[in-house]
């Protein structure tokens, strides 16, 4: 049998930020199409949270979490190498910062934002560079 990027089903897929929003629907999705699903947030209670309503909702399907903080590196190489190997990692975290209209931000909301968004998918790109976290399969034509 042939590699094919699209099939899914049975893939691992890492969701860091999966316990709510857009993040809970990719894991949604994900779990629809039979990929074992790795639940990736900050709050034990919240990752518990996702977790159970998936085992219920996608019974067929793994569904495990794990605490992972996007502002330190120790917690996100810890949590990743913990996973390793996965088929895909998704990055739809983001902090409960914005707590107001836009108009209202200032430079520690900014500061803030940049430090989740921008240094922790960096973080997670240097994880994955340092270590065997991806399953890398050779597409066979």
């Not at 947030?41 to 159970?52: D, Q, Y």
């Not at 996100?76 to 209209?101: C, E, K, R, S, Y």
Request: glycine share 10%; proline share 4%.
């Amino acid at each position: 049998m042939s590699y094919n990027p699209l099939e899914l089903k049975g893939q691992k897929i890492a969701i860091i930020g999966g316990t709510s929003g857009i993040g809970y629907g990719v894991a949604s999705a994900f779990s629809a199409e039979g990929c074992n699903i790795f639940i990736m947030s900050p709050t034990e209670a919240r990752v518990s949270k996702a977790v159970a309503g998936f085992k219920s909702t996608f019974p067929d399907v793994t569904t495990a979490g794990a605490i992972l903080d996007v502002r330190s590196e120790e917690s996100i190489f810890t949590a990743l190498q913990a996973i390793a190997p996965v088929d895909h990692i998704v990055f739809p975290a983001v902090d409960n910062m914005f707590g107001g209209p836009l108009a209202e931000m200032d430079n520690d909301k900014v500061a803030d934002y940049s430090q989740v968004k921008l240094c922790g998918s960096m973080l997670v790109g240097n994880a994955l560079a340092k270590f065997d976290i991806i399953s890398l399969v050779e597409a066979s034509s």
